[in-house]
């Protein structure tokens, strides 16, 4: 080969092309983001009549928060598409992940979202957490406590100082009943 294809490939080697990681996740958060901005707030979010002033409005956090997650992923895909990352040894160390522990990741994933209402906040943040414990290989069983204490103080802090209203969780209400 010749010096400038030898160049060539040690330079695609060390670096992503222009289909890198910033400008796919870039991507995929602007798509995100413009089905949030102009789907999911208008239709699941109503205004009150009375509202007299528009930042108290409650489309206005999540319509800031839409924004900004827009504005950032643009520039993270500007950023991709202009100078794309290289290469590194992280990326070589995340090829040899176990695949049971990405399976328990996105197993906490599917266990709080699908059985939020059921277990409630703590229970399920309880039993995510647990998962997410397992995936990282911790064996301290103290650190298993926090498994517990933290999402309790979460649902506490968010139930009675943010007065945010979350589920205690169908299981826990028909056992109160008996």
Not at 75 to 101: N, W
């Amino acid at each position: 080969m010749e010096k400038s294809e030898l160049q060539f490939v040690a330079a695609s080697e060390s670096h992503y092309g222009r289909c890198n990681p910033n400008s796919v996740l870039g991507c995929a958060f602007s798509i995100l983001a413009l089905g949030f901005l102009f789907y999911v707030i208008p239709s699941h979010i109503e205004i009150p009549g009375q509202m007299q002033h528009p930042l108290l409005s409650p489309r206005f956090l999540p319509q800031l928060a839409g924004w900004l997650v827009l504005v950032l992923s643009l520039i993270l895909i500007v950023d991709g598409l202009v100078t794309p990352p290289k290469r590194s040894e992280a990326d070589e160390f995340r090829r040899g992940v176990p695949i049971m522990r990405q399976v328990l990741m996105v197993a906490a994933g599917v266990v709080y979202v699908l059985f939020f209402e059921e277990l409630g906040a703590i229970g399920s943040g309880f039993l995510a957490s647990v998962l997410l414990f397992l995936a990282s290989d911790l064996r301290n069983i103290w650190v298993y406590a926090l498994a517990i204490i933290f999402p309790a103080i979460v649902t506490l802090l968010f139930i009675y100082v943010l007065n945010v209203p979350l589920p205690p969780g169908t299981l826990w209400e028909s056992l109160s009943l008996i």
